[in-house]
């Protein structure tokens, strides 16, 4: 199995500022044939399903506000958040999908306001 | 909108069968592959399977060969059944709708805590 390992796991940040959260693969998960990474990112809140932010890495799904932004390839990714909400306050997740359909997830960072 | 309403038992006893339900409304189950996830407290999500509208299977090895999922076209309904459960089965479960870019969930149930215990 392809482990995703997230980091930090918890992570503080004032609102308005930046926040950067961090995913590392055990194994690449970039395609080459269509030089696609197979990695999304998710939010959740209490109670809650995960809702899906980004997906190829760094393609915001519909709706996503564009401060939400993902970047990286190969192994290793990110998730920022250019001005931090208030509402952002949740857990991220990271999942790969190259190893279809073995998908795997991220332990999670959670996002709280300082 | 799609909407995925999950329903089942929140208490299952030792060593019998988990079974849960799955309605699919405002959208089609064609089409998609329908994934079945969990969520034990306070950790990650375990993918367990899916099941595609054709009826085709495929699952976590992890889980043994207790796992079946299904789907009933005529009820727009997916299913889940888990044998032999333990307190490990302890867990939020969901289904949730696989896009059809590939390998990532872009509708969800609301979730369904089960619990394992006598």
């Known amino acids: 199995d392809i482990v995703m390992t997230q980091s930090p796991e918890f992570l503080a940040v004032s609102l308005g500022e930046r926040a950067t959260i961090n995913c590392k693969s055990s194994?690449?998960?970039?395609?080459?044939?269509?030089?696609?990474?197979?990695l999304a990112w998710y939010q959740q809140k209490p109670g809650q399903p995960p809702k899906l932010l980004i997906y190829w890495a760094s393609t915001r799904e519909s709706g996503v506000p564009d401060r939400f932004s993902g970047s990286g390839s190969g192994t290793d990714f990110t998730l920022t958040i250019s001005s931090l909400q208030a509402e952002d306050a949740a857990v991220y997740y990271c999942q790969q999908y190259y190893s279809s359909p073995m998908y795997t997830f991220g332990q999670g960072t959670k996002l709280e306001i300082k | 909108q799609v909407q995925l309403q999950q329903s089942g038992p929140g208490l299952v006893r030792p060593s019998e069968t988990l079974s849960l339900t799955c309605v699919v409304s405002?959208?089609?189950?064609?089409?998609?592959?329908w994934s079945w996830m969990r969520q034990s407290p306070g950790k990650t999500l375990e993918w367990i399977g899916y099941?595609?509208?054709?009826?085709?299977?495929n699952y976590n090895p992890s889980l043994k060969g207790r796992v079946t999922t299904s789907v009933d076209m005529s009820k727009n309904q997916l299913s889940l059944i888990l044998t032999s459960v333990t307190a490990a089965d302890t867990a939020v479960y969901y289904c949730a709708r696989e896009t059809l870019r590939g390998g990532c969930f872009d509708y969800w149930g609301q979730g369904l805590l089960v619990t394992v215990s006598s």
């Open positions: 194994q690449s998960v970039l395609y080459n044939s269509n030089n696609k990474n197979y």
């Open positions: 405002s959208g089609s189950i064609n089409g998609y592959y």
């Open positions: 099941v595609h509208y054709t009826g085709k299977t």
